[in-house]
């Protein structure tokens, strides 16, 4: 009865920002699955393509232009963007919480002898602040991913660590994604394992729509003994929510786009971006 109840539980749709039940990234099966993805040319299912990373990193050098300048990359994952950022000349910290990725980009580095410096760490408890850092980015629409609380550390945090003049770049969903979620359920037998388990399981999937354009990816997975809950949350903001926003921790804007590779500004994109700057 205990199963059953839990089992219940799960199919229900749960509380706004309800946490999963394990950090998958932390996971051993889930982040090598993750890497592979971020690995793919041409999948964009955990990074862009490579095609997208070349044309994003050549447009956003000729927004910063700032040769030898410090730049931290946030979610950085296995490096793809920060080796690019590198090969045009800034020095390079990136910062991730999966310990996979990192490791990966640290050994590819070295490989290609690139000074770039990773630290595996959580951005919303790393102490960065001692930092002056010309320039930040935190791509692949991550910001949206966390709370207004956690929001609200990482303005703070990249606020604090930047230089006067210091731009941040972000992406984001915006109302049209949105408008295009569909929610829904679907499962499905997995008897030789998948993406989100290596054991043979049943996989569950949710998707929901909450108040203030708040999405959820839910993934349940029921194997002969647990019974696992991923959630992955997203905000999608209009381009004056997310200004009001970031003005409010004492960024200015200096530009928006429809995506991190420069793309003209419209009101129909399924993402946005916004150049930030600090200004004492």
Known sequence: MKFCDTLTEALQRPPLYKRSSAPFW????????MLKAHLDPESDGASRNADFIDRSVQWIDSLFYGKGAELLDLGCGPGLYAE???????????????????????????????????????YLTAEFENQAFGFAVMIYCDYGALT?????????????????????????????????????????????GGFWNGSP???LQSRYRYPSRVTLERSIVLTET??????????????????????????????????????????DSPTMALLLEKRS
């Open 26 to 33: 932390e996971d051993e099966h889930i982040s090598a699955q």
């Open 84 to 122: 690019r950022f590198f090969r045009c000349g800034y020095r390079v910290t990136g910062m991730d919480i999966s310990g996979r990725s990192i490791d990966h980009a640290k050994r590819s580095a070295a490989e290609q002898k690139l000074s770039v410096r990773y630290l595996c760490q959580n």
């Open 148 to 192: 207004p609380q956690e929001r609200q550390i990482v303005l703070k945090k990249v606020f604090s660590c930047l230089k006067n003049g210091g731009k941040f770049l972000l992406d984001f969903f915006s109302p049209t994604f949105f408008a295009g979620f569909v929610e829904g359920q679907t499962w499905e037998v997995c008897p030789h």
């Open 201 to 203: 399981h049943v996989l």
């Open 226 to 267: 647990n019974l696992y809950e991923y959630n992955i949350w997203n905000t999608c903001f209009s381009r004056e929510e997310l200004i009001d926003e970031v003005r409010g921790a004492g960024f200015s804007v200096c530009g928006t786009w429809s995506d991190v590779a420069g793309t003209p500004y419209a009101d």
